[in-house]
């Protein structure tokens, strides 16, 4: 496990690899949005939001964080919170396209009744960042252990449509053993395109 972790960390903080961003992709941003998310074995679904953002430290690498809220069912009284905070770091693979890793302390609670109940675990995540003209395309995987054989693999995946230099738009998917996520989210980009 510790050999996991430490292999983690120096993929977070891109040891021994070049960390320029690509052209026209930033890591200072704040995003927020609606989720639709479904618990497949509860046959739950739920609306809620997501706020988030990241900021670039230095040289190819950024702080992140980000929490989502749902609340699910007219009347179930269950809702799930997920915060998690980390660093990442950005490797330029072409003028338009980024390798991006990170590792993450995460915290999830969820409340049942008037019940709740909350973890705390470790994610780590792998995934490429394009730009094509206006077009952001983000592809990712998340390892996130909770302990307790709490783990699990998290597949997902965005787009934002830049309408100017600093503000877009876009869908956001994820999909793992528990269920979907999918909605849409509004940027604002406070760093250089």
């Given at each position: 496990?510790?050999?996991?972790?430490?292999?983690?960390?120096?993929?977070?903080?891109?040891l021994?690899?070049?960390?320029?961003?690509?052209?026209?992709?930033?890591?200072?941003?704040?995003?927020?949005?609606?989720?639709?998310?479904?618990?497949?074995?509860?046959?739950?679904?739920?609306?809620?939001?997501?706020?988030?953002?990241?900021?670039?430290?230095?040289?190819?690498?950024?702080?992140?964080?980000?929490?989502?809220?749902?609340?699910?069912?007219?009347?179930?009284?269950?809702s799930?919170?997920?915060?998690?905070?980390?660093?990442?770091?950005?490797?330029?693979?072409?003028?338009?396209?980024?390798?991006?890793?990170?590792?993450?302390?995460?915290?999830?609670?969820?409340?049942?009744?008037?019940?709740?109940?909350?973890?705390?675990?470790?994610?780590?995540?792998?995934?490429?960042?394009?730009?094509?003209?206006?077009?952001e395309?983000?592809?990712?995987?998340k390892?996130?252990?909770?302990?307790?054989?709490?783990?699990?693999?998290?597949?997902?995946?965005?787009?934002r449509?830049?309408?100017?230099?600093?503000?877009?738009?876009g869908?956001?998917?994820?999909?793992?053993?528990?269920?979907?996520?999918?909605?849409?989210?509004?940027?604002?980009?406070?760093?250089?395109?």
């Amino acid at each position: 496990m510790r050999k996991h972790l430490a292999l983690g960390a120096a993929l977070a903080l891109g040891l021994g690899t070049q960390a320029f961003a690509a052209d026209g992709l930033s890591y200072n941003l704040i995003e927020g949005g609606y989720i639709r998310g479904e618990v497949d074995d509860l046959g739950l679904e739920g609306d809620g939001f997501s706020i988030g953002g990241s900021v670039e430290l230095g040289q190819g690498v950024f702080g992140f964080a980000s929490v989502n809220d749902i609340e699910y069912g007219d009347n179930s009284g269950i809702s799930s919170n997920l915060f998690n905070a980390g660093l990442g770091s950005h490797w330029s693979l072409s003028p338009t396209l980024d390798l991006v890793s990170g590792v993450s302390w995460e915290r999830i609670e969820v409340k049942a009744s008037g019940v709740s109940v909350s973890d705390d675990g470790i994610g780590l995540n792998v995934g490429l960042r394009g730009v094509f003209d206006r077009l952001e395309l983000t592809g990712t995987v998340k390892y996130s252990d909770f302990g307790h054989n709490t783990n699990d693999f998290t597949l997902g995946a965005s787009g934002r449509y830049y309408f100017t230099d600093a503000f877009a738009a876009g869908p956001d998917i994820s999909h793992n053993d528990d269920g979907t996520n999918w909605g849409i989210s509004f940027r604002y980009d406070f760093g250089k395109r």
